[in-house]
């Protein structure tokens, strides 16, 4: 445990550096310059990405980038092994993108403050009403030109067979027309959810 207690107080220490970026981010937004937001936020999420593989010793094998339309906003439908999936997908998919994520995630210091930057859509599964609503939002961010993540199972499978989508999962892309980019996530478990302790471990992400 010792070990995760590290690798989190290195994280922590590399989020509280970059407070002058997000000030100016926040301050981009407030001037209305919605792209130049965008590109600061998606330049610092990824390198944010990329510190945490390096710090767990993680390797990641990225497939089929060029399968994502470059013009247009989309839908990622990706299956959920483990905690390190979020991250994973910010730095193996150079393109800006927001999270439908657990209301849980605004508990996170810090980690929350950026995730509403880049437009993430925090869902109550506790109350039916709230997640409709988190559907209805992540359709209108797609609508105004911002792709977005979903993983339809809900909930972590740990290296299980992939669970049953949840419904509604696939309404945020056939109601904002947007394409949906099938993806395909592999190893995160064994990084974090086999020993609940993060160890080295290759990953893959394929975009189909």
Known sequence: MLKNLRIILKVLHYINKRNKLYREAKKLLKQGKLNEASVLIQDEVNKFSWFCMEVTGCTLEVVGLENIPKDKPVVYIANHQGLLDIILMLGAIP?????????ET?????????????????????????????????????????????FPEGTRSRGGPVKPFKAGSFKMAFSSGADIVPVSIDGTW??????????????????H
């Not at 393109?95 to 209301?103: Q, S, T």
């Not at 109350?127 to 993540?149: C, L, R, T």
């Open 95 to 103: 393109y800006p993108k927001g999270f439908i994520a657990k209301i």
């Open 106 to 150: 605004l508990k996170i210091p810090k980690i929350s403050t950026w995730m509403k930057i880049m437009n993430c859509v925090f869902m109550d599964r506790k109350n039916m009403k709230k997640s409709v609503q988190a559907i209805y939002d992540g359709i209108e961010i797609v609508k105004n030109g911002h792709s977005m993540v979903i």
């Open 190 to 207: 064994h990084a974090y959810e086999e020993t609940v302790v993060f160890k080295a471990t290759p990953l893959k992400l394929i975009v």
